[in-house]
């Protein structure tokens, strides 16, 4: 059986390329689909025009923006990502039955509307 030939290989511009990271925030995967390519194609073409800087650059964009509405949502007092805060940033396992503060900890029960009226 012959083996098929691979097809001419896409030639990404360096712009185009650049352009694409910070449209999709440093989501190669993202990038890849826009372009028509495959991820590895992707990251062969990024290790070329040496634009690793880049998909950091706009990777810490992205984790910025995430930031910022993390914190407006916690100044709205959004119960649910108040508690997720608490566990991810801080290591506080939440355990309802478990009211009692240990030194130097502060105890919060968050209660959801739902659980209200129970």
């Known amino acids: 059986m012959a083996k098929k030939k691979p097809g001419p290989k896409p030639k990404l ?3 185009d390329l650049k352009k694409a990271i910070h449209k999709h925030m ?3 995967a993202m990038v890849a689909r826009q372009l028509g390519v495959t ?3 992707v990251y062969a073409y990024v290790e070329r025009y040496g634009l690793k800087e880049e998909v950091e650059k706009a990777r810490e964009e ?4 995430a930031e910022v509405a993390l914190v407006k949502k ?4 959004d119960g649910r990502l108040i508690e997720f805060v608490l566990r991810s940033f801080r290591g506080h396992i939440y355990n309802p039955k478990d009211t009692t503060a240990h030194e130097g900890e ?3 029960r968050v209660v959801y509307d739902d659980e209200v009226s129970r």
């Open 13 to 15: 511009t360096k712009g």
């Open 26 to 28: 440093g989501n190669l």
């Open 39 to 41: 991820r590895p194609t």
């Open 62 to 65: 992205l984790a910025d923006l």
């Open 74 to 77: 916690l100044q709205e007092g």
């Open 106 to 108: 502060v105890v919060v």
